[in-house]
């Protein structure tokens, strides 16, 4: 069961800390063996492991001393400069220094960009990581990238979110030929901004890529497509309305079942049921973290209000990534297409 | 219970035509007293009403002869340079000549702005109308806006977007001091594109305007808003995402709850219920319309899959919106920041 991974995890992210962190990713390192590594203040980490039954904490795992904290309202360059003892900074150069496979954090995503590109790097030829999301639908789930890590892209940036993207999709989602879209306000060619024009013309020619088009908002979640390509201002709005109004929905819909006064018991037992079952097919938590595609290592990025479970998943997809060798293809998906981007990017 | 507004209402528009037009208008001017004129095929038009009971018809309505249908997939420029007779084009114009006071269509929303542009023309100062729609949440429901008149914007445009949809939901939405944000990525100012920051800039200074700053994603369905700004872009995704997921979420949850095996019968019943009223509160056909600003004349713009209900809400809310004389509310709030539009035109 135990394996030779090792994983840097950020204790000290993420709403809840070291009190969901280190729990969540103790029972990953149960199930895939993988030896972890708290990053953060060691006596916070030290009090919740001090909590936590023996059976959860028979696995390999040490701690590494990290003594600053980020504060959520701190500027990413800001961090990267004066908070040099920061878990997350801490954390990703274990990984650039060897000693760690992967970085997972739930902390300030701005910073786990930052830190990922100016400590890990990038991979030679990515101008712009990108945060990718896997977002649950009626059928399968999908990827959407970038999220967030760019506000603002150009065509080869989109392309090659495209390629890293594909990539990630075939290893981990296991989709055998991902379908890849380019987010536009429709789906005949010609229709978008000049941006989103371009990129299509570069995704039309990509080598090994089963690019599909433009594909609408209403496609993330009910079209024919895999992985959905934008811009991380799109991307990110796209994300926080899903969360938005999956909360609304819900919300309504409980309501509407639960107290309309007729058989209002039964409604509530059936509706109960109902919804855990619901919030488990549409639970961020249940694909756990975003990864931060087009570094040297391995981040993952985790939502600030990450409960145990989507720590977990987090930290087992980080673990599956590095047994699969995603890296690799993910290199080797930039590499069958890297004339086209010097192409693109000289233009 | 007769008034003396005249609204001219593009009857082949939609993916039903006439079939749900000309009852969904019929019926709104049973309500409002307004006058309907129906613009497209006449023997088309007449052939649905032959089918329709007589009280229904017990209202002030005409015929205007259009001999051109728009098809979906012809580009606007086109539909503007060579139907000149279709029936978006002669509604577009009776407008223009002062014989209605306002346009309703579900066709070619392209085609509509398009006309609306070059036959009904702009207001002076405005160089971009943009289409607002009304999105429902938990509480109170929002405008956003633009979703989809404008590929890419300006800061000004953003800015004339806001003061425009400000003056919409105060007079029809009845917001006493409606909450105006810029969808963003982020609550701080500074967060965004540039072209959000200059706008955020020229908001922040605007009179009689309450501005609150950036929203996020997630505000447009759960925050503290009322009007939600947008490029055309970002608003067109952002909406149909809605759609899209609505529609998913409401699938597995339907699903869940009436095939469970457990008491599936009333489980069934409840949800049905419980569907029924979920519908309506979420159902875009209630809000109808979504209207075209900036224009000198008015215009609605319905959904292309709009129901009788939806044609009727439309159709309802631009006799309103004439009888409330909103159109000289947004010429106001327009020439109150006149100064500060042409600056930033200029810079």
């Given at each position: 069961m135990k394996n030779n991974n090792i994983l840097a995890v950020?204790?000290?992210?993420?709403?809840?800390?070291?009190?969901v962190v280190v729990p969540g990713a103790l029972q990953a390192a149960k199930q895939c063996g993988a030896k972890i590594l708290f990053v953060g203040l060691e006596d916070k980490i030290q009090e919740v492991l001090d909590t936590l039954p023996d059976d959860l904490k028979a696995v390999d795992y040490s701690i590494v001393h990290a003594s600053q904290v980020v504060e959520m309202n701190e500027k990413p360059s800001d961090i990267l400069r004066?908070?040099?003892?920061?878990s997350i900074q801490v954390a990703c150069r274990l990984v650039k220094d060897g000693e760690a496979h992967a970085v997972i954090s739930a902390g300030h995503s701005g910073a786990c960009v930052a830190c990922g590109m100016f400590i890990i790097g990038r991979i030679s030829g990515v101008e712009r990581p990108c945060l990718a999301t896997i977002m649950p639908s009626k059928t399968t789930p999908r990827l959407l990238l970038d999220?967030?890590?760019?506000?603002e892209c150009k065509p080869y940036h989109l392309f090659q979110f495209a390629l890293m993207g594909a990539a990630f999709a075939k290893d981990i989602?296991?989709?055998?030929e991902p379908r890849v879209g380019i987010l536009s306000?429709?789906?005949?060619?010609?229709?978008?901004?000049s941006t989103v024009k371009e990129a299509y013309d570069l995704l039309k020619v990509a080598q090994h890529l089963n690019f599909v088009g433009n594909v609408e908002g209403r496609d993330i979640f009910i079209?024919?497509?895999?992985v959905v390509v934008c811009d991380g201002f799109v991307g990110n709005i796209a994300l926080k309305l899903s969360e938005g109004l999956a909360f609304s929905l819900t919300h309504v819909l409980k309501k509407e079942l639960t107290g309309n006064g007729l058989l209002p018991k039964i409604g509530a037992f059936l509706a109960k049921k109902a919804f855990l079952k619901f919030k488990k097919k549409i639970d961020y938590a249940e694909y756990g973290g975003a990864p931060l595609l087009g570094l040297k290592g391995i981040s993952f990025v985790c939502h600030g209000s990450s409960n145990k479970r989507a720590i977990e998943s987090a930290v087992l997809m980080a673990n599956t990534y590095i047994e699969k060798d995603t890296h690799n293809k993910l290199l080797n998906s930039l590499k069958e297409n890297e004339e086209l981007t010097s192409f693109a990017r000289s233009v």
């Open positions: 950020d204790a000290m992210g993420g709403d809840f800390g070291p009190s004066q908070k040099k003892d920061s999220v967030g890590a760019n506000v989602l296991e989709y055998e306000i429709g789906e005949e060619e010609g229709k978008g901004t079209g024919d497509v895999d």
